[in-house]
């Protein structure tokens, strides 16, 4: 009988947590482990070796003493093939419109979503994306988690991009609207301000207005529904304009300030959650590539919104539904305003952990994805934290960070797959494109000089197929030919 290998940092459920393996196949993997009497990651590490060794990606690994078989060098490199892996099936799955992982739909707000669900035309991550933004803005900046000496609060921006015009990405709004209104109609009213933002002086300047005078503690909270949301791009782009700088600031939790003719404007605790609504072309329009680069975009979390059952005639909730879900989530707005800082539980710590550098160790998905997703961290520990809120919990557990995985990873699939092939660089793209049109047959290098007109080098085509390669999009294999050896790349997908 072969000992296990000293692996024991990486348990299957991190691994499933963050490559999100089918619980069929989890089963199956703990039974041949058993078979094999070694531990499940063991396994893993193993499969991903050979995975990635087939996209032409080799990695270092010694060979285990004991059982003989290859494992991994270090925990390090153990996380970065898990971040490889995690990136390879984002990519390769990026044609395909997402879908939402049932752990996204936990607590409250999966309750809520779940009610909703068969009377509505509206997509469950829209109005999960909806609840979820709405409660942290309602919440405010009492409740926090702390990442060093910086406080993270429950303060979200968002955008549910919908796949075309008839994807009824306004409807998640309204649906969820009734119970919202039953939970805090107070705020609703007077602090939910639905577009008509013309500056970001004018946006100060709404925050700084909730504050009354000699108030201690500043009540500046303020939702942001901007249901055209290409017009939110569309001013902050304008010459001179401060709307951009003033939303990074913001979700920060950075006190706000501008100066105008009449007067100097302060939000010194300004708490601004942002919810947007745009069609995929709008977006891919107005969205210009500094808005990508200076870390506007990638404060927002986007899902992507596409038309559920068609209801001729959509339904609603009841009263006692609605008074019911409303009453749970002002219980809950009312203990998060209380708690003060979260803390992270034991299982909570031992999760992140594993999920922090897995994340952290994925390799480049090209600049665009990068640019949009690299906030990954930060964003799921914000939307753990609200999914602890909503449960009343004073701690985040591993059922938080789990929600807060799925939820994201469905944000990151929709980038992918809104974008497309987009990979930073257009020739990239070109390259990408047609290795994929071929299909099996790959192409060759004289066919990769035909396909840029024979007008690159062959310093700058090898860097362009290194470049695929390195996103385990394509492999490179060299076939004999009875005279010099033909190389022919072909996509892995």
Do not use: C
């Not at 947590?17 to 989890?26: A, F, N, Q, T, Y």
């Not at 990026?94 to 035309?121: M, S, W």
């Not at 072309?281 to 808005?291: A, N, S, T, Y």
């Not at 004073?394 to 992918?416: N, Q, T």
Request: hydrophobic share 45%.
């Amino acid at each position: 009988m072969t000992s296990p290998t000293n692996d024991s940092s990486i348990s299957i459920n991190d691994v499933a947590l963050v490559v999100r393996l089918p619980h069929d196949l989890r089963d199956a993997l703990k039974e041949r482990a058993a078979a094999e009497d070694r531990s499940v990651a063991s396994l893993i590490r193993v499969a991903a070796r050979a995975y990635l060794n087939r996209r032409g990606r080799p990695v270092t690994v010694t060979q285990d003493a004991e059982t003989n078989s290859p494992a991994l060098a270090s925990d390090e490199t153990s996380f970065e093939l898990l971040g490889r892996l995690r990136l390879a099936r984002r990519l390769e799955s990026r044609d395909r419109a997402p879908e939402l992982d049932n752990d996204a739909l936990h607590g409250l707000a999966g309750q809520v979503v779940r009610a909703l669900a068969p009377l509505t035309e509206a997509s469950a991550p829209a109005m999960l994306l909806t609840l979820l933004v709405t409660f942290g803005a309602m919440v405010g900046r009492s409740a926090h988690v702390n990442v060093g000496h910086q406080k993270h609060y429950p303060l979200l921006f968002g955008v549910v991009v919908g796949s075309s015009a008839r994807a009824r990405k306004g409807t998640s709004a309204a649906a969820v609207r009734p119970v919202l209104d039953a939970a805090d109609e107070d705020f609703m009213t007077t602090r939910h301000l639905r577009g008509g933002i013309q500056s970001g002086e004018a946006l100060i300047q709404a925050l700084a207005s909730l504050a009354e005078d000699g108030e201690v503690d500043l009540d500046q909270r303020l939702l942001l529904t901007e249901e055209e949301y290409g017009r939110l791009l569309t001013i902050a782009g304008r010459q001179g304009s401060i709307v951009s700088a003033v939303l990074r600031s913001a979700w920060d939790g950075d006190a706000l300030s501008a100066r105008t003719k009449a007067q100097t404007l302060i939000a010194e605790q300004p708490h601004l959650s942002v919810l947007g609504h745009v069609t995929i072309g709008e977006l891919k329009v107005v969205l210009k590539p500094v808005d990508i680069a200076n870390g506007y975009a990638n404060r927002f979390i986007h899902v992507l919104s596409h038309r559920g059952t068609l209801l001729p005639e959509p339904g609603r909730l009841t009263d006692a539904q609605i008074e019911l879900l409303g009453a749970r989530l002002r219980a809950s707005v009312n203990f998060a305003r209380s708690v003060g800082e979260v803390k992270r539980s034991a299982d909570f710590r031992r999760h992140w952990d594993t999920l922090y550098r897995i994340v952290e160790s994925q390799p480049s998905g090209g600049e665009v994805y990068d640019s949009l997703t690299v906030r990954a961290s930060p964003q799921m520990l914000r939307l753990a934290t609200i999914y602890a809120l909503l449960d009343q919990s004073p701690a985040l557990e591993a059922v938080h960070l789990r929600a807060a995985a799925a939820l994201w990873e469905y944000s990151e699939a929709s980038v992918a797959h809104i974008w497309g092939a987009t990979l930073g660089d257009e020739r990239v793209d070109r390259l990408y494109s047609a290795v994929k049109a071929a299909g099996a047959d790959g192409l060759d290098r004289t066919q990769v000089s035909e396909l840029f007109g024979k007008n690159k080098t062959k310093s700058e085509l090898d860097d362009l197929v290194a470049r695929l390669i390195d996103l385990d999009l394509v492999v490179l294999s060299t076939h004999a030919t009875g005279g010099r050896p033909r190389q022919v790349i072909t996509a892995t997908g």
